[in-house]
């Protein structure tokens, strides 16, 4: 007995949830159909061997999975499950049609194209590795955080906590901008130290050089009554400009504190000294001499 048509063809995929997260989904797709003889009516009941065939075309194409088994018919339909013998390893990423033949009888035609459920399958060929950064459009999700990808991890700190809340991540800071110094090295001009806890730094002897003192900044009044002696001042050091006119008198003048090494040839003029203020005890012995005297 020859099939002459198939007069309705169902496609099914079946998932039952123990399959899937215990052993992975079917390889194999639900088919069902009428079979009929030449003259239109169903066949008998019994067991028919039956090629199935799919295709990458409707008419001519490429053969891309086949498989033959004994189907059993009852009131002219059968079901059966494509790939229960052959796995359908094909990724459904292009259109698919089906073929049936009995027996030795040449294929039904027209070949039946697959709708839409059975390209579901194409959610199993996902390669790994294969959405990178380059397949995910612009502006949709946060690539990489400076650089790092993959798991990426906020790691709260000293005195720094960061707190989910739905999807907003909130970081905040405990204390003020302050910190903490851990040492003190002395620069110039100063002595002690280093310092990491506690510690003296003070002014080293002739630490305070003149590089140090701005124009004009150390006054008379800055200076204790006394406390500069002729040891004090380097020869040459203190000139008329250093001296405001008038300023010397001779209560501001030691015994013989001032000879003729303190003096700079021709510095101290008329206008340098207050009337009667150089007397003869203010002058050394021997200190005056023809050089220290203008014309």
């Known amino acids: 007995m020859k099939a002459k048509s198939f007069l309705s063809v169902l496609f099914v995929l079946l998932f039952f949830y123990c399959e899937i997260f215990s052993q992975g989904i079917p390889e194999t797709i639900n088919f069902q159909g009428v079979l ?3 003259s239109g009516n ?6 028919y061997n039956l090629t ?3 295709y990458d075309a409707g008419v001519g194409g ?3 999975w086949s498989e033959t088994k004994t189907v059993q018919v009852e009131g002219g339909i059968f079901t059966t499950q494509l790939g229960s013998v052959n796995p359908i390893n094909l990724p459904f990423d292009g259109a698919y049609w089906v073929a049936v033949s009995v027996g030795s009888d040449p294929e039904m035609t027209p070949r039946m194209q697959f709708t839409s459920v059975p390209y579901s399958r194409i959610s199993l060929t996902v390669p790994d590795n294969s959405l990178t950064a380059a397949k995910i459009h612009s502006g949709q999700v946060v690539k990489s955080i400076n650089g790092l990808k993959d798991n990426v991890n906020l790691v709260a700190g000293s005195n720094v906590t960061i707190t ?3 999807n907003d991540l909130t970081i905040s800071s405990a204390g003020g901008g302050g910190g903490t110094v851990t040492q003190v090295n002395t620069g110039a001009g100063l002595t002690g130290g280093p310092i990491t806890t506690t510690g003296t730094i003070s002014i080293a002897n002739d630490g305070i050089t003149t590089a140090m003192l701005q124009n004009n900044s150390v006054t008379s009044d800055k200076i204790s009554d006394g406390t500069i002696g002729a040891n004090d001042l380097a020869n040459n050091s ?3 400009a250093k001296i405001t006119d008038g300023t010397i008198v001779t209560a501001d003048l030691g015994d013989n504190s001032v000879s003729s090494g303190k003096i700079v040839d021709g510095t101290i003029v008329t206008s340098d000294l207050a009337n009667n203020s150089v ?3 203010k002058i050394a012995d021997g ?4 050089t220290d005297i203008g014309n």
């Open 279 to 281: 007397t003869t005890d």
């Open 164 to 166: 989910a809340s739905g």
């Open 42 to 47: 169903v066949v008998t009941n019994g067991n």
């Open 287 to 290: 200190t005056i001499t023809a």
């Open 238 to 240: 203190v000139t008329s």
């Open 36 to 38: 009929k003889d030449a």
């Open 52 to 54: 199935f065939k799919i």
């Open 62 to 64: 490429t053969v891309l």
